[in-house]
Structures are given as structure tokens and as C-alpha cells.
């Protein structure tokens, strides 16, 4: 059974560097090494808030343009599962996952439309195996915000709900309502 559990956010020193050592390559063991350290700590995560959590620790602001191309390079290569997620954004594992789900309202540690949504995906099933009962949508929507920590049902979290009731394990019965 999926759990809740609470979501931890790597701690990175944080080092000053310029676009320019990135693109040289001067720092690529050293993002790989961030890189690895970040999915360790927060994995499953999607490729996003990975580039951005190596990225401010190394004292920038964003993955631009020209920083870019070197992320993904470092990234593709790195030891891990990837998955993809139905937009198409690359999601990153750790070796031993556990069927989980984190909450996290506070935007400064992760937006709704960066959790991954198999992470969700849990959480429904979570709540379908807790109520034990089939449910509706709406039902399962209020319970699904709730559960994440948000206040209101907003078009990010909305987006991430449908996702997440896409995926296996959450099922459909003839009538529409869910179940497991």
C-alpha cells in the first residue's frame, strides 16, 4: 500500500560558477555528483526541478540555451531509471523506491506540476485502498487535494489529478466511478 511520507529536499553546498566553466566541461563531475545527490535525496524527480536544484547551487539562476545541451548530456549518462512522464518530461529514480507519495504546498520546495506523476498516481491509490470503496471523481478530487496539502483545486493540480488517475493500478468502473 502506498504511504505518505514527507518530502526532503537535498542540501547542496552552494559554489559559485559561470555559464562559461559549465560549457567548457570543467564542472561535469562535479554536476554529476550534485545530480546524483539530488535524486538520492528526492527521487523520483522529474528533469526539471533536478536542473534547478544543481543549477542554483551552483549559484546560477537557470538552465539557459547554452547550459542547457551540457545538463542533458550529464543527465543521460548518469547511473538511474528514467522514466517519462505523459508530457513528456524525463523522470529520474533511485535505485530502491518505495511506493510513496509527499506532499509539498510550500512552493518554495516544489510546485504541484513538478511532482511526477506515478508520485501522485499513489496517492489515489492510497485513498481508493484507505476508503475501500469506488468513488467519483469528485469525491476522489477533494480527497486528492486534501491529501496533497492544497487549499484549492487549481489547474495545475487539477492537471496533475487527471495524470495520475491515467495511470495503472487506478481503475474505471462501467458507471466512472474509480477504484483499485
Do not use: W
Not at 44 to 65: A, C, D, M, Q, T
Amino acid at each position: 500500500m502506498a504511504e505518505k511520507k514527507e518530502y526532503k529536499e537535498a542540501v547542496l553546498e552552494t559554489i559559485g560558477a559561470t555559464p562559461e566553466a559549465i560549457i567548457s566541461g570543467s564542472l561535469n563531475d562535479e554536476i554529476k555528483s550534485r545530480m546524483l545527490a539530488v535524486i538520492e535525496t528526492e527521487a523520483p524527480i522529474k528533469e526539471s526541478l533536478l536542473f534547478k536544484r544543481v543549477i542554483n547551487s551552483l549559484s546560477l539562476k537557470k538552465v539557459g540555451s547554452r547550459i542547457l545541451p551540457v545538463f542533458d548530456s550529464i543527465s543521460s549518462s548518469l547511473p538511474v531509471r528514467i522514466t517519462e512522464d505523459s508530457d513528456g518530461e524525463r523522470v529520474f529514480h533511485k535505485e530502491t523506491e518505495d511506493d510513496c507519495y509527499r506532499p509539498t504546498p510550500d512552493s518554495a520546495v516544489r510546485y504541484s506540476y513538478q511532482i511526477p506523476e506515478e508520485e501522485a498516481a499513489a496517492c489515489l491509490k492510497a485513498i481508493l485502498e484507505k476508503h475501500g470503496k469506488t468513488m467519483t471523481k469528485k469525491e476522489l478530487k477533494k480527497i486528492f487535494r486534501d491529501e496533497m496539502g492544497y487549499q484549492k483545486m487549481g489547474a495545475s493540480v487539477d492537471n496533475l489529478f487527471n495524470a495520475a488517475a491515467k495511470h495503472d493500478g487506478i481503475k474505471r468502473t462501467g458507471n466512472g466511478r474509480f477504484t483499485v
